[in-house]
């Protein structure tokens, strides 16, 4: 099949069609090894319309908000001459792993199964090859780099990703505090920051108040200095289900009862089967971990107990 360049060049113009488009990932089901082209999810598709400069994301566990924002700058970095994207994150492996979706996705490019796809990949490794190819930096001809590792102080990016700022934040309060010293203030004026984490640390934690600052801003006009709070509950996740099976403990239907009068929240009985039994094997950790409603991201683990202050953010 001949692609010309026109073609091509329609394909590529358009960043809505590379993001739905273009990239290629591991499923997360990775029996075989084998790449697939990534789908864009509700939630990301949500947060990619409602993004913001500063972006503050507490989130369930596996909803694809790190693997999103990694082939985002992915994109911004081989598009865009001197973009300089970086991720930082709580473990340095970890924050090799993210850098490691970005180099999957550029080198299955040219085998894409839909060959308009690959041939769209084949013109742009032949317009900017890759310069430089190591475990935290990504480099290419175009003068851009995507780097990753547990902080970030030198130059200027464009795009700074936070992953597991909660935990970083309550488990190495130093560490975070040499985040948000270094690389939060190493944005420059027009760059975007995209903290996404599960929330971990009570008050007083650095993670803790970005989220009370983005909390502030619901439903208030925002400035490109201030955080914008996004939310998206462990039910986006469409494996989060337990098909014939129930919910069974008094405490579970009573939580259902307040989530559909309080929030109006409806799920399929076989949702909240999963849930409970998420439940029962996280405890407390739940709220955290696979938060149904935005206030629990920060409930404190004391039973009964919720920081004060809080209201609902909804989830779509």
Same mark, same amino acid.
């Given at each position: 099949?001949?692609?010309?360049?026109?073609?091509? /060049?329609?394909?590529l113009?358009?960043?809505?069609?590379?993001?739905?488009?273009? @990239?290629?990932?591991?499923?997360?089901?990775?029996?075989?090894g084998?790449?697939? =082209?990534?789908?864009?999810?509700?939630?990301?598709?949500? @947060?990619l319309?409602?993004? !913001?400069? %500063?972006?503050?994301?507490?989130?369930?566990?596996?909803?694809?908000?790190?693997? #999103?924002?990694? #082939?985002?700058?992915?994109?911004?970095?081989?598009?865009? =001459?001197?973009?300089?994207?970086?991720?930082?994150?709580?473990?340095?492996?970890?924050?090799?792993?993210?850098l490691d979706?970005?180099?999957?996705?550029?080198?299955?490019?040219?085998?894409?199964?839909?060959p308009?796809?690959?041939?769209?990949?084949? !013109?742009?490794h032949?317009?900017?090859?890759?310069?430089?190819?190591? *475990?935290?930096?990504?480099?290419?001809?175009?003068?851009?780099?995507?780097?990753? +590792?547990?902080?970030?102080?030198?130059?200027? =990016?464009?795009?700074?990703?936070?992953?597991?700022?909660?935990?970083?934040?309550?488990?190495?309060?130093?560490? *975070?505090?040499?985040?948000?010293? +270094?690389?939060?203030? *190493?944005?420059? *004026?027009?760059?975007v920051?995209?903290?996404?984490?599960?929330?971990?640390?009570?008050?007083?934690?650095? /993670?803790?108040?970005?989220?009370?600052?983005?909390?502030?801003?619901?439903?208030?006009?925002?400035?490109?200095?201030?955080?914008?709070?996004?939310?998206?509950?462990?039910?986006? !996740?469409?494996? @989060?289900? #337990?098909?014939?099976?129930?919910?069974?403990?008094?405490?579970?239907?009573? @939580?259902?009862?307040?989530?559909?009068?309080?929030?109006?929240?409806? #799920?399929?009985?076989?949702?909240?089967?999963?849930?409970?039994?998420?439940?029962?094997?996280?405890?407390?950790?739940?709220?955290?971990?696979? =938060?149904?409603?935005? !206030?629990?991201?920060? %409930?404190?683990?004391?039973s009964?107990?919720?920081?004060?202050?809080m209201?609902?953010?909804?989830?779509?």
């Amino acid at each position: 099949m001949t692609i010309t360049p026109k073609q091509i /060049a329609e394909c590529l113009a358009s960043k809505d069609w590379r993001m739905r488009n273009l @990239y290629q990932i591991l499923p997360e089901d990775d029996a075989d090894g084998g790449m697939v =082209p990534f789908v864009l999810r509700a939630e990301q598709e949500q @947060y990619l319309r409602e993004r !913001h400069s %500063r972006n503050m994301t507490p989130k369930a566990r596996k909803l694809g908000m790190s693997t #999103l924002i990694v #082939l985002d700058y992915l994109d911004e970095a081989i598009t865009t =001459p001197k973009t300089h994207c970086a991720h930082v994150d709580f473990k340095e492996d970890d924050a090799f792993k993210k850098l490691d979706i970005a180099r999957a996705a550029w080198k299955a490019g040219p085998t894409h199964p839909n060959p308009v796809i690959a041939a769209c990949w084949r !013109h742009i490794h032949k317009a900017n090859t890759m310069t430089g190819d190591a *475990a935290g930096c990504l480099q290419w001809a175009n003068g851009s780099k995507q780097e990753a +590792g547990t902080s970030f102080m030198g130059g200027t =990016p464009r795009r700074l990703h936070w992953s597991e700022a909660g935990p970083m934040s309550a488990q190495a309060p130093d560490r *975070a505090r040499k985040v948000k010293r +270094g690389s939060l203030n *190493a944005i420059g *004026a027009n760059g975007v920051i995209d903290i996404e984490t599960t929330m971990e640390g009570g008050e007083g934690t650095i /993670a803790r108040d970005i989220f009370d600052l983005a909390l502030s801003m619901v439903g208030k006009p925002l400035t490109r200095m201030d955080w914008k709070l996004h939310f998206f509950p462990w039910f986006g !996740h469409p494996s @989060y289900d #337990l098909p014939g099976h129930g919910p069974e403990k008094p405490e579970t239907l009573a @939580y259902i009862r307040e989530m559909q009068e309080k929030h109006a929240i409806q #799920l399929p009985a076989s949702r909240w089967a999963w849930y409970e039994k998420k439940k029962a094997e996280q405890k407390d950790d739940i709220w955290t971990q696979f =938060p149904t409603v935005a !206030h629990e991201c920060v %409930r404190s683990i004391v039973s009964g107990q919720i920081f004060p202050g809080m209201v609902t953010v909804k989830s779509n």
